[in-house]
């Protein structure tokens, strides 16, 4: 119960962090929608799913739903790339309300891929309970790092953040990388978290 209690505040910890990191950048740029600051709806395959559970739950209609996923159908024959909810949006397909619950059933999917698949690996003997706490103090860390980022480029004019993003794009690394670097965690233990938890590379890489 121990290890699931850290599972579960790791969890909430990283995707609270990424969560506050992305609205806050775009809060600072919003001028720059195709840049690092855009917020997308990633991993689109789980849009369906996250759909078809918020009509079971009652709180999207089925005819809402249909419009949804004939749309996404529509954008992906198009080949079309970038934030299906804002597209959604303006097609007035969906309602800002609407998009943010959608948002946040994601976001609980997402969390609950998370906890499942660290709790599966504690399991399996490839963390341990102090390589969670490890991990755990690590993200914290990350997290504060990246809340003095934020008040550094709040001060920033929208050409020097362009360049400081220009800057620092090759020392973008994935969060698990990044681990691995700083012997938080060992390369072994960071492929078997990349086969368990694959959201968690991807998304750490789309936030830095």
């Known amino acids: 119960m121990k290890v699931l209690s850290m599972v579960l505040a790791i ?31 990633k991993h689109k ?26 749309y996404k159908q529509k954008i992906k024959k198009q080949g079309k790339r970038g934030s299906i909810l804002n597209e959604l949006m303006q097609e007035g397909i969906i309602t800002e309300g609407e998009a943010n619950a ?26 341990t309970a102090n390589d969670i706490n490890n991990i755990r ?17 709040k001060s920033m004019t929208p ?3 362009k360049a400081y993003f220009k800057e620092h794009k090759k020392e973008r690394e994935d ?16 492929e078997e978290i990349r086969k368990a938890i694959p959201d968690l590379g991807k998304s750490r890489r789309k936030m830095q």
């Open 11 to 41: 969890c909430m910890l990283f995707f609270a962090g990424s969560a506050t990191f992305a609205d806050n950048n775009a809060k600072l740029a919003p001028q720059q929608e195709k840049t690092e600051f855009k917020i997308m709806v």
């Open 45 to 70: 395959h789980y849009l369906e799913e996250a759909i078809l559970k918020m009509v079971q739950e009652g709180s999207l209609t089925k005819e809402k739903a249909d419009k949804i996923l004939e």
């Open 102 to 127: 959608i948002k946040e059933k994601l976001m609980q999917m997402k969390e609950a891929r998370f906890t499942e698949g660290m709790q599966s690996l504690v399991d399996k003997g490839v963390l």
């Open 137 to 153: 103090s690590y993200l914290l860390k990350v997290r504060e790092e990246r809340k003095a980022t934020v008040e550094k480029l």
């Open 159 to 161: 050409e020097e953040r």
């Open 175 to 190: 969060i698990l990388t990044k681990m691995v670097e700083d012997k938080v965690i060992t390369k072994e233990q960071a």
